[in-house]
Every structure is written in structure tokens, then in C-alpha cells.
């Protein structure tokens, strides 16, 4: 009878091995890299001839850009910005004698937001308040802070819901955990006064519960000399301002407006006809 000897199972490689371990370690970091992604950067290396470094910046770095450009998306979105506004292509030579582009751009490195500076954009509308404040905000939430943006309607309106159903501490907390809170269109119109007649309240526990450590940004085209006859309490209305302004970046655009100039300018001219043109209009008719 004749005997059937099993060969014996070819070990695994070494290499083979590390492989199924290093994407065993993918997975429990929950690193989204296919074994043949992993095959494909491994065969290049070899090719190549990489060093580690240049190997481990090969398969980490297209993931790490993933995550960060992922979680800017989300701070973007969680920013609810009105626009997809950004301070590329801002025409700075309209206002160029208002309108400081150097002071522009460093605030949109976010160095206020971490020290905690609160900042002021007053002016008439048109000038391009909005666009700016947008535009540093969305700046700052590529730097990694957290950003909330709103008109100080919207803010009030929301705060006042609050109130009808006591759940303005948890409301108050929510505004207060963002490292810039950006409240645009104050003095707007009488929105606030005519819906909310706790106004000038409201408006004053969300500034004073972000305390000195957060930035708040606030929007505005009344001067401060009005606020208190604004928010109908003049006492309320300075301890909001002395909350906000103290210390404070504070920019005063007294610029010309870029939608009035829009709207001025002139039509294009028709085009006359010529009777060769005519004669072609007829022709295709």
C-alpha cells in the first residue's frame, strides 16, 4: 500500500508577515489604507529606493491631508457662513484708502483669535463688512479654531426660543464654546428691538459669558454712541461695549459702497445694426 506523504506548508516570509500586520495596525487606528494601496506605495519605495522617512511620508501623508481637509470641511459647515465668501479676489483698490489690506490679512492668520482679541468692523453699509468678517472667519477654521457665524436677528431670535422653553443657559453655553463668534448686521434695522424686548439683555449674557479667553467679532454700521439709544437701555448697551471694545481690534470703514457702485454702473450699449445684419437676420428667418 502505498503511502501519500502531505508536503509539508511553505512557511510565510518574513516580509509577508509584517505585511498583514502593519495593515492590521491601519485598521485598529482606522487608517483607510487597502492592502493593494499599501502594495502599490511599497513597490514604488522599492523602486524608488525610499528611505523610511520618505516611505512612512508616502503612506501617512495623502491620509493625514484626508482627515485635515475633512475636519476643515466640518468646521466650514459647522460655521454656517451665509457665503462662500473668501478674501481672494476682494477688489482692494476700491476702497484701498479705507480698507487696510495688510491689517485684512493678518487678521485672517487667526493671531487674534488666540490671544482672545475681540474685534469691531464698523461702517455704512455696502463696504464690505460682511465679506471681510466671512472671510476671516473661514480663514480661521482652515487654522484649526472653531467658528460660528450670524446675524444678531438670527442670534436674538434664537435666544429668545430659548427663553419660551428655559433653555437658554444651554443655549448660551453653545455660543460661548467657539473660539470666534461672529455676529454681523448689529444696528442693521430695528429687528432687534421690534422682535425681542429683551434685546439688549440677551446681547449682553452672550458677550459676557465668552469672557476675556474667546474672540468675539461684532459687525456693525451704527456708531458706538448710539447703541443705548439702539437696544433702548443705554446702561446695558455700555457694559456691552466696554465688554467688547476693551482692548478690542477696531476697524472704521468709511469707505464708498461696492453694491451702490454696482448698481451705477452703466449698461452695456446695444449693439446697432448694420443693413448687413439685417439682411443676415432676414436670411436665417
Known sequence: MTSHRRNPPIP??????????ILEYFQTLRIPISADELDSVLAEAE???WGPLELLTHVLGPQADLRRQRAIDRRIREARFREPASLEGFDW???AQAIDRLQIETL?????????????IAGQSGVGKSRIVQSVGRTACVHGYRVRYTTSAELLRDLTASLADHSLPQRLRYYSNFDLLAIDEFGFDRIERAECGQAASLLYKVVDSRGPQRSTAMVTNISFEAWGDYLGDAPLAMAILDRLVDGAIVLKIEGRSYRAHRVQQPALPAVAETPKTKRSHKAKS
Open 93 to 95: 483698490a476700491f476702497n
Open 12 to 21: 510565510a516570509s518574513p516580509s509577508h508577515n509584517l505585511r498583514g500586520r
Open 47 to 49: 523602486k524608488q529606493r
Open 108 to 120: 485672517a492668520t487667526g493671531e487674534f483669535i488666540r490671544r482672545g482679541d475681540n474685534l469691531v
